[in-house]
């Protein structure tokens, strides 16, 4: 999965408000060359929308916004490859190892950290990265924390991706500006795809 996600480079973050736009979504990614997406549980239709990305093979499907272990068990039911967490929530973190569902719960301090590492994580979302610190930050925490790797989301576009990317401690980097919601709605998918390929040129 680690390696999947470094070979992606880029993972659109997702909130879609109307299950009906999952597959077309996914469609306007695959074509952009982007054939994944953390879709949050942040709207209604989340749940529905990663069950039906789920049956798309060519397609790597996560869940965000997973709050707790009963999140994480809807969404892995409903067939998400990964969870993503906003912070470190022990009792969901150590459900998904024992149900050998690959977690990267969010982390935004040395403490975290610790944490992670207790639980023997290699690798964890880094948030809200440019409020936290940003590369500077991640820079600093590559020296006490070599073992851990990062997937910064929050503030990361085209203009600062490749700066991430650049760090060895980077794994890919979470973002949700070439899928914004109102596109979604307004059914914008070619500028979607238009979008996404740029986002890969810059990476």
């Known amino acids: 999965m680690i390696q999947q ?3 992606l480079k880029i993972i659109p973050v997702v909130a879609i408000n109307d299950a009906a736009s999952a597959v077309p979504l996914a469609d306007a990614l695959i074509a952009g060359g982007l054939p994944v997406a953390e879709v949050t549980l942040r709207t209604d239709a989340g749940l529905e929308a990663i069950a039906q990305l789920a049956k798309i093979d060519s397609f790597l499907i996560g869940a965000g916004t997973v709050h707790s272990v009963e999140d ?3 969404v892995a039911g409903a067939g998400a490859r990964f969870v993503v967490t906003p912070g470190f ?3 969901t973190v150590q459900w998904c190892l024992d149900n050998d569902m690959p977690i990267f719960p969010g982390c935004s301090s040395p403490t975290d950290l610790e944490t992670a590492l207790d639980f023997g994580l290699q690798v964890v979302k880094f948030f809200p990265a440019e409020r936290i610190g940003g590369i500077p930050m991640l820079k600093a925490l590559q020296g006490p924390y ?3 790797r990062f997937i910064p989301t929050g503030g990361i576009n085209t203009d600062n991706i490749s700066q991430y990317l650049a760090l060895r401690s ?4 979470g973002g949700s500006w070439m899928v914004k919601a109102e596109m979604i709605d307004t059914g914008q998918f070619d500028q979607i795809t238009a979008i996404t390929k740029k986002a890969l040129e810059v990476c």
Request: glycine share 6%.
């Open 146 to 148: 070599g073992s851990i």
């Open 170 to 173: 980077v794994v890919a980097c």
């Open 72 to 74: 994480a068990k809807q």
């Open 89 to 91: 929530n022990p009792k």
């Open 5 to 7: 996600l470094e070979n």
